[in-house]
């Protein structure tokens, strides 16, 4: 029997309560949104469950909305169901003063430089991670860079005149 | 991977020569890495028992650059992830955009699309296949074989102009009709390359040499590939069918018939042969989507591009001459086309396997987060499983077969 | 050309050669008498050991210019080298990232005088399209470069085409110039002693 998206929302919400899950379907893509706290049994068990059987991690991301007060920094996992071909995304929400959210690499060894990655660019700090070092950028940076508040381009370089290329301010 | 961050000189057991394993660095600048990474090394003599990869080298910001630019021009970000196949990345971007913005491509452009992101697929395992030749000491494959890189450079250079980064295609289609010479050298390919990908086999294939350096290193089971998240010819070669041209076929790819070579036990020796059996595969379905694009006659032969006015530059006879055009000409090229709210991931298959492009569109004229799901950086991470307990000879090896592209590590 | 026929298959000789003018001096017999820096420059320009210093895409072109299509290793260059201690010319073939801006200043420190840099490609030469927190925006915010390659990537007739420039300045260059007040002073404003 194949996996639908309302037999993986009856689950889910059987199992975690309906109360804390949000639902949405882009694209024919199902998302589901869940408190952070739950995100390692969720994955846990999308995981163990023979229906479900989300074994595969497709990726984990992360996406700053600094307008969200108390939930600025989302972190996305998708996964996917290779024997159904059903893919799912699971998204938490966390503050940007405390970004603790709980690692997946238990789970899914590959999920290690994912969320190496992920604290890199934004600053979610993966509680449990074995090895959470910057990866992709200087170990001496000391801020977050694809948050929104800071800009693309190095502020400390003087040969190029931002008003020459068209980066006067107006245009973002 | 290693448990601790940054553990140097290991104690050896009782009864070694050495009291702790030697740290040899390998990279960032290194022959033998095909690309900039580094490798930190703990060595019992020749074997390896643990290493330590930084990463970061090439990192150029591609996914805050993509939050600065309109969807057009993202395209030549995207050209730089894997850039010995650019055609691919940027026909996977070409269609997370059309699926966002709901554009459904004609036929004939699914057809030249498949044409092009095959060529691509042969011309990146063309590379990985020869240098893993190369660094097991065989020079001739590589010089031989690229030779008829060059021919499919001068395909690209017919669509689009040019030979590597090409940015080629448009959101909705092409940006020109494939012109007879093109036509004539994809011919001439067809006809030619067989001879050759059978004389570069002749050479690796059964040679005695190559197979002693290539079997039985590098070897990952099934189930720890899966872990890792691996995808592509690498998951392939360990035994996992894993297809995302036929999970969830783009690109009309469902019209076509071919099979997924596969291997059993995910060693360097399965992985150059897996590679070999698609650059095969690939062959064929070039030859059907050749035939279904000869097919169209007439007025169905002109087609190279989806009717979007909003997305795709209108020519330049109608904007000089109608209103709408000129308004369409100039709201593209000023970038002021709001791009419709909504989230999407679409992954293709890559030449080195599933490339994901999330997109999160906020209705402003730039996407709001994009993210690529990079098949390299993915499964880099189990390179220490990968080379643990084999020789430093062998690692050089696994590193030039799991096909590590710089700029797809790093985006 | 002249066609042949041999063993059965048509041969073609390529005999519309070129020859190049030898540099100005006094012939005699068994002897040819010149200025020393025509005869070191000749020497060096047509046996450069270049380091392909290949970070990313123009890495491939690099790639494409030294396999037999366009053949790199006709003007000298057969000896690719990846040890800065035995090599002339350091070509730094795409783009250099903040991180890797220290291993491309050791590599270059390590080399030994006389020593050329060529920096191929619009990330190497200037930041390229990457204009981001993390790209050195022109390697020569690190070394001093010698011939700059536009292009993204640069055509493989377009590296050869600096390739040659390169082998200019080698040729004309002064015997006494590494050891010069000037070129001490450019090494200084790069930190290099």
Not at chain 2, 223 to 230: G, I, P, Q, T, W
């Amino acid at each position: 029997m194949a996996l639908s998206h309302e037999r993986i929302q009856q689950k889910l919400a059987e199992k975690f309560g309906q109360e804390n899950l949000q639902w949405e379907e882009q694209f024919g893509l199902l998302s589901v949104t869940a408190p952070k706290e739950m995100n390692l049994k969720i994955l846990q068990f999308l995981f163990d469950d023979e229906e479900m059987a989300f074994r595969f991690l497709t990726d984990i991301c992360a996406v700053h909305y600094p307008e969200n007060n108390g939930a600025e920094l989302a972190v996305v996992y998708h996964l996917h169901n290779l024997v159904e071909n059903v893919r799912l995304r699971l998204k938490v929400f966390a503050p940007v003063e405390k970004p603790d959210v709980f690692t997946a690499t238990n789970i899914f060894p590959g999920a290690n430089w994912m969320e190496r990655e992920t604290y890199d660019f934004f600053g979610v700090n993966f509680v449990g991670h074995p090895n959470l070092r910057r990866i992709l950028n200087v170990d001496e940076m000391d801020y977050f860079p694809l948050r929104k508040e800071f800009p693309l381009e190095d502020q400390t370089r003087i040969d190029k005149d931002d008003e020459m290329f068209g980066r006067g301010g107006s245009f973002n | 991977m290693s448990e601790q961050s940054v553990v140097h000189h290991l104690p050896l057991p009782e009864g070694s020569i050495q009291k702790q394993t030697t740290t040899i660095n390998l990279g960032p600048t290194h022959p033998a890495t095909h690309g900039v990474f580094q490798n930190v090394l703990e060595l019992d003599g020749e074997v390896i028992v643990n290493t330590e990869q930084t990463v970061g080298y090439i990192h150029r910001a591609f996914e805050k650059l993509a939050e600065r630019r309109p969807l057009y021009q993202v395209t030549p970000i995207t050209d730089r992830l894997n850039y010995c196949s650019s055609p691919l990345n940027n026909m996977g971007w070409h269609m997370t955009a059309e699926k966002l913005l709901g554009i459904q491509t004609p036929k004939r452009v699914d057809y030249l699309r498949v044409i092009i992101m095959e060529l691509a697929r042969i011309s990146d395992h063309l590379i990985c296949n020869s240098i893993v030749g190369v660094d097991t000491g065989a020079f001739t494959g590589f010089l031989y074989v690229m030779q008829y890189r060059e021919l499919i450079y001068e395909i690209y250079e017919e669509v689009c102009g040019s030979r590597l980064t090409t940015n080629i295609g448009r959101i909705g289609g092409f940006e020109r009709n494939f012109n007879d010479t093109a036509f004539q050298k994809l011919e001439k390919f067809l006809k030619e390359y067989p001879g050759v990908q059978q004389e570069f086999e002749n050479l690796f294939n059964r040679n005695r040499i190559f197979m002693e350096r290539t079997q039985g290193s590098g070897a990952i089971s099934a189930e720890r590939a899966l872990a890792y998240s691996f995808t592509g010819p690498n998951l392939r070669a360990a035994g996992v069918d894993y297809d995302v041209r036929v999970a969830k076929p783009y690109s009309s790819y469902e019209d076509f018939e071919f099979d997924i070579p596969v291997g059993t036990t995910g060693d360097n020796y399965d992985r150059f042969m897996v590679r070999n059996q698609e650059m095969w595969q690939s062959m064929r379905i070039i030859e059907q989507a050749y035939r279904k694009v000869q097919d169209f006659k007439g007025a169905e032969a002109e087609v190279f591009h989806a009717d979007v006015p909003e997305y795709y530059l209108p020519e330049k006879k109608d904007v000089y001459t109608k209103m709408e055009a000129l308004i369409w000409h100039f709201k593209i090229i000023m970038g002021e086309i709001d791009i419709p709210k909504g989230e999407v991931y679409h992954s293709i298959e890559a030449a080195n396997g599933e490339l994901g492009f999330y997109l999160i569109s906020d209705g402003g004229r730039t996407p709001y987060r994009l993210h690529f799901r990079r098949p390299c950086f993915i499964y880099y991470q189990a390179y220490p499983e990968l080379t643990r307990g084999g020789m430093l000879s062998d690692a050089i090896v696994t590193m030039s077969s799991l096909n590590l592209i710089a700029g797809e590590l790093d985006a | 050309m002249s066609d042949l026929i041999y063993q059965g298959r048509p041969v073609r000789f390529n005999s519309n050669i070129k020859t190049v003018e030898p540099p100005p001096g006094v012939e005699g017999e068994g002897f040819f008498m010149t200025k020393l820096n025509e005869v070191v420059g000749l020497g060096r320009k047509n046996s450069l050991w270049p380091l392909p210093f290949a970070t990313s895409c123009c890495g491939i072109e690099f790639m494409a210019t030294m396999a037999s299509h366009y053949d790199l290793a006709r003007f000298g260059a057969e000896r690719v080298g990846f040890s800065p201690r035995q090599c002339d010319l350091i070509m730094v073939m795409g783009t250099i990232a903040k991180k890797m801006g220290p291993v491309l200043r050791q590599v270059y420190l390590q080399m030994a005088e006389p020593r050329w840099v060529m920096a191929v490609g619009a990330c190497a030469s200037s930041g390229g399209i990457f204009d981001t927190y993390s790209v050195l925006q022109g390697i020569d915010q690190v070394i001093p470069v010698d011939v700059y390659v536009p292009g993204c990537p640069p055509r493989p007739e377009a590296i050869i085409d600096g390739f040659l420039k390169i082998q200019d300045l080698v040729a004309n260059e002064s015997l006494r110039r590494r050891n010069g007040p000037q070129y001490q002073a450019l090494l200084a404003e790069y930190g290099i002693q």
